[in-house]
T-cell receptor
Framework: AQSVAQPEDQVNVAEGNPLTVKCTYSVSGNPYLFWYVQYPNRGLQFLLKYITGDNLVKGSYGFEAEFNKSQTSFHLKKPSALVSDSALYFC???????????FGKGTMLLVSP | GAVVSQHPSWVICKSGTSVKIECRSLDFQATTMFWYRQFPKQSLMLMATSNEGSKATYEQGVEKDKFLINHASLTLSTLTVTSAHPEDSSFYICSARKPGLRIDNEQFFGPGTRLTVL
């Protein structure tokens, strides 16, 4: 089975400060990990993915994520948050034996001016 | 790019009527499309996987006769909510994956359809 946990319902950060949105996963094989962002009443937009290679993955809008196999984590980070980053963020995993993505419950990021 | 569209973006219907939602891949052919349902402030729940030219594979607990899925072409999948009731009100999102056996094939998501059943 494959599963994803996002332990925080909401993350609050001031504009200009670094942000981290946490994600841990569970798979039986090699994980393929994704981050998506969703704005109100919109579909999901792809941010970045980890397939193999460097543990630090850089994505859209200045976001990056670090794959940590020993901690089974794939936390999303950004060095300096913007108010426009406020949205719902989803972590997703796909195990090699599965054809579908499993999503975490989502974390609302609120960036205050 | 890879763009997926949905139509309509929102729909309001009366209880007991049927509603059809279209999902189109605009600039690529999608052998596989997925339908998700999202409740307010919750995650996406996969409803079914749709493969072109074959029957959809439904997730456990999803009523096949209520949520009819048709993947008639490589660029179009439809979800029909039959005899809709207020509890079917939700945000429905489709996604499409490019053909090929790459395990890391990315899914491209549509903008979603807000269904409200009165």
């Amino acid at each position: 089975a494959q599963s994803v946990a996002q332990p925080e319902d909401q993350v609050n950060v001031a504009e200009g400060n670094p942000l981290t949105v946490k994600c841990t996963y569970s798979v039986s094989g090699n994980p393929y990990l994704f981050w998506y962002v969703q704005y109100p009443n919109r579909g999901l937009q792809f941010l970045l993915k980890y397939i193999t290679g460097d543990n630090l993955v850089k994505g859209s809008y200045g976001f990056e994520a670090e794959f940590n196999k020993s901690q089974t984590s794939f936390h999303l980070k950004k060095p300096s948050a913007l108010v426009s980053d406020s949205a719902l963020y989803f972590c997703a995993v796909r195990d090699i034996g599965y054809s579908t993505l499993t999503f975490g419950k989502g974390t609302m990021l609120l960036v205050s001016p | 790019g890879a763009v997926v569209s949905q139509h309509p973006s929102w729909v309001i219907c009366k209880s007991g009527t049927s509603v059809k939602i279209e999902c189109r891949s605009l600039d690529f052919q999608a052998t596989t499309m997925f339908w998700y349902r999202q409740f307010p402030k919750q995650s996406l729940m996969l409803m079914a996987t749709s493969n072109e030219g074959s029957k959809a594979t439904y997730e456990q607990g999803v009523e096949k006769d209520k949520f009819l899925i048709n993947h008639a072409s490589l660029t179009l999948s439809t979800l029909t909510v039959t005899s809709a009731h207020p509890e079917d009100s939700s945000f429905y999102i489709c996604s499409a994956r490019k053909p090929g056996l790459r395990i890391d094939n990315e899914q491209f998501f549509g903008p979603g359809t807000r269904l409200t059943v009165l």
